[in-house]
């Protein structure tokens, strides 16, 4: 069997122990291992290798914004944003039709600014904007789809651990990724909350409306958000601005939002701990996916098979519209059976030589940006796609009494939304440069 050969047939072999419920990081490690083995002939240089590899990988600074991140989401959660951020936004939105499912989505925008998890911005935006959605009638299938599309935006409002993950993996400066992802951001909040507004006039008599608020108590609520509002500033806007690297921009958000939780008085010493360990967790799990994705791919890399493909593409005369068109149905469909970090890591050191190979009429700085956050959006789809979505398992945990098919049917429309958003940002690439350009 030739290395080409081995690995191509590496690919269903990794699917198959996905599939069986292996966990995906071993996976990753098992065939990486194996397939490095295979290639060299010689125990000793692979195990060699994975030692260089772990050191190498893990002694990347850019890595340590991850757990300043997911630490910063854990406080933010514990301080109590999530709520008054729902009721800011309720306050303005609540009176008008879809009012309330539009205040959880532009919630979760704004915590999502403060957080960079997809999960973590479902799981608490769920928990404080379900019984408020229960209370004026809105049906199961609208609630539970409208906070397991919001929570996406976790992900792509920056900050954002996909979009780190995304730049060290293909040499991108992570503050222009995040500047280039602000306006798609925006623009998927709008879009769902269109979806949203088409929603309760198709069926007019799927919720009720709120009270209109007083101008007085709707200043009141803003004002009650100043905490989110200052930690956004000064974290993304030092990063644009380029007083903050990233990670010191992290660094920073961590501890602000540490003391805005201590100061409304949510941080106690237990939930510190829990703070912790929950961070520690999860940073744990995400690198242990990076170091398998990290052996699996060199082995890939041993075999030529990244670059031989790439040349292949080149030689087939398809046009680079298409083979982008090809790629982004391929993550739709891989983003049905996977988690989003696993796709991109897996996919993006195979992808990415083979798309910047091909001429779109984009300078090489600006198409990386451009295409990373095409694949973080469809990447983002994926989450709200059956069978994984984890979005829609999360939020549906939450209301059991709302049966899995209603919340599947639910995140249907937003989907439709995010394909428009996709094929939008595909052909307007200065869409999501502009910003990146007014800036730098």
């Given at each position: 069997?030739t290395?080409?050969?081995?690995?191509?047939?590496?690919?269903?072999?990794?699917?198959?122990?996905?599939?069986?419920?292996?966990?995906?990081?071993?996976?990753?490690?098992?065939?990486?291992?194996?397939?490095?083995?295979?290639?060299?002939?010689?125990?000793?240089?692979?195990l060699?290798?994975?030692?260089?590899?772990?050191?190498?990988?893990?002694?990347?600074y850019?890595?340590?914004?991850?757990?300043?991140?997911?630490?910063?989401?854990q406080?933010?959660?514990?301080?109590?944003?999530?709520?008054?951020?729902?009721?800011?936004?309720?306050?303005?939105?609540?009176?008008?039709?879809?009012?309330?499912?539009?205040?959880?989505?532009?919630?979760?925008?704004?915590?999502?600014?403060?957080?960079?998890?997809?999960?973590?911005?479902?799981?608490?935006?769920?928990?404080?904007?379900?019984?408020e959605?229960?209370?004026?009638?809105?049906?199961?299938?609208?609630?539970?789809?409208?906070?397991?599309?919001?929570?996406?935006?976790g992900?792509?409002?920056?900050?954002?651990?996909?979009?780190?993950?995304?730049?060290?993996?293909?040499?991108?400066?992570?503050?222009?990724?995040?500047?280039?992802?602000?306006?798609?951001?925006?623009?998927?909040?709008a879009?769902?909350?269109?979806?949203?507004?088409?929603?309760?006039?198709?069926?007019?008599?799927?919720?009720?409306?709120?009270?209109r608020?007083?101008?007085?108590?709707?200043?009141?609520a803003?004002?009650?958000?100043?905490?989110?509002?200052?930690?956004?500033?000064?974290?993304?806007?030092?990063?644009?601005?380029?007083?903050?690297?990233?990670?010191?921009?992290?660094?920073?958000?961590?501890?602000?939002?540490?003391?805005a939780?201590?100061?409304?008085?949510q941080?106690?010493?237990?939930?510190?701990n829990?703070?912790?360990?929950?961070?520690?967790?999860?940073?744990?799990m995400?690198?242990?996916?990076?170091?398998g994705?990290?052996?699996?791919n060199?082995f890939?890399?041993?075999?030529?098979?990244?670059?031989?493909?790439?040349?292949?593409v080149?030689?087939?005369?398809?046009?680079?519209?298409s083979?982008?068109?090809?790629?982004?149905?391929?993550?739709?469909?891989?983003g049905?059976?996977?988690?989003?970090?696993?796709?991109?890591?897996?996919?993006?050191?195979?992808?990415?030589?083979?798309?910047?190979?091909l001429?779109?009429?984009?300078?090489?700085?600006?198409f990386?940006?451009?295409?990373?956050?095409?694949?973080?959006?469809?990447?983002?789809?994926?989450?709200?796609?059956?069978?994984?979505?984890?979005?829609?398992?999360?939020?549906?945990?939450?209301?059991?009494?709302?049966?899995?098919?209603?919340?599947?049917?639910?995140?249907?429309?937003?989907?439709?939304?995010?394909?428009?958003?996709?094929?939008?940002?595909a052909?307007?690439?200065?869409?999501?440069?502009?910003?990146?350009?007014?800036?730098?």
């Open positions: 069997m290395n080409i050969e081995l690995a191509l047939w590496s690919f269903p072999v990794l699917l198959g122990l996905i599939f069986l419920r292996f966990p995906i990081a071993l996976a990753m490690l098992a065939v990486g291992f194996a397939g490095t083995y295979l290639v060299t002939g010689t125990p000793n240089m692979t060699s290798q994975l030692k260089t590899l772990t050191f190498g990988t893990f002694a990347n850019s890595l340590s914004i991850i757990p300043l991140f997911l630490l910063m989401g406080f933010a959660t514990l301080s109590g944003m999530s709520a008054a951020l729902f009721r800011a936004a309720e306050a303005f939105l609540g009176h008008r039709k879809g009012g309330v499912a539009m205040a959880a989505i532009g919630a979760c925008a704004g915590f999502g600014a403060i957080c960079g998890s997809s999960l973590a911005t479902a799981a608490t935006m769920g928990q404080v904007a379900l019984p959605l229960r209370r004026y009638g809105y049906p199961g299938s609208l609630s539970t789809g409208a906070l397991a599309a919001g929570g996406t935006l992900i792509l409002i920056p900050p954002s651990v996909i979009l780190v993950i995304y730049a060290i993996l293909t040499e991108q400066n992570i503050a222009k990724l995040f500047v280039a992802a602000m306006l798609p951001g925006l623009l998927a909040a879009g769902y909350m269109i979806a949203i507004a088409i929603w309760v006039r198709v069926a007019p008599n799927s919720a009720a409306v709120g009270a608020v007083p101008w007085g108590d709707r200043m009141r803003l004002a009650a958000v100043w905490p989110v509002m200052t930690i956004f500033l000064v974290v993304v806007g030092g990063i644009y601005l380029g007083v903050f690297t990233p990670t010191e921009a992290a660094a920073v958000g961590a501890a602000g939002t540490g003391i939780a201590l100061l409304s008085g941080l106690t010493l237990s939930k510190l829990q703070a912790i360990l929950a961070t520690a967790s999860s940073t744990s995400i690198f242990l996916i990076v170091l994705a990290g052996l699996y060199s890939l890399a041993l075999t030529q098979l990244p670059q031989m493909s790439a040349q292949w080149s030689g087939q005369g398809f046009s680079p519209w083979i982008l068109i090809m790629v982004l149905v391929m993550y739709l469909v891989f049905c059976i996977m988690d989003s970090l696993s796709m991109v890591l897996l996919t993006v050191p195979i992808i990415y030589p083979i798309m910047s190979a001429d779109f009429g984009i300078a090489p700085d600006d990386g940006l451009w295409f990373g956050i095409l694949v973080l959006i469809v990447v983002e789809v994926g989450l709200i796609t059956p069978p994984v979505g984890m979005n829609l398992f999360i939020i549906n945990g939450m209301a059991r009494d709302i049966p899995i098919g209603q919340t599947f049917r639910g995140a249907l429309p937003f989907v439709v939304t995010d394909i428009v958003r996709v094929a939008f940002l052909a307007f690439p200065p869409f999501t440069l502009w910003l990146v350009w007014l800036i730098y």
